[in-house]
């Protein structure tokens, strides 16, 4: 196994770690938003909907594989120009 391959299990681990704060994030938003009168110390309810949001966004482009982050890491070795022997 490459590092480029391990590097990309890493990113999709990361991505599914992710993915799960989303839904824990959603969860809170859902239940602080059913609640009429929550307690103060609590951030407001869109807040937690927003983190879910924008964490679903990340944790799905993670998931994929990141290619523009795993192309920036490893990038491509150029290929050789093949020379005609004559």
């Known amino acids: 196994m490459k590092p480029r391959d391990c590097f990309g299990i890493v990113i999709r681990t ?3 770690v992710v993915l799960l704060f ?3 994030c959603a969860v809170d938003g859902i239940y602080l938003g059913l609640l009429k009168n929550y307690p103060v110390p609590h951030s407001p309810y869109y807040i937690y909907i927003l983190m879910s949001i924008l964490s679903l966004v990340v944790s799905i482009y993670l998931l994929k594989g990141a290619p523009h982050l795993l192309r ?3 990038p491509e070795e150029p290929q050789p120009i093949p ?3 004559v």
């Open 14 to 16: 990361i991505g599914l």
């Open 72 to 74: 920036f890491c490893y």
């Open 22 to 24: 989303a839904l824990h």
């Open 83 to 85: 020379r005609n022997e």
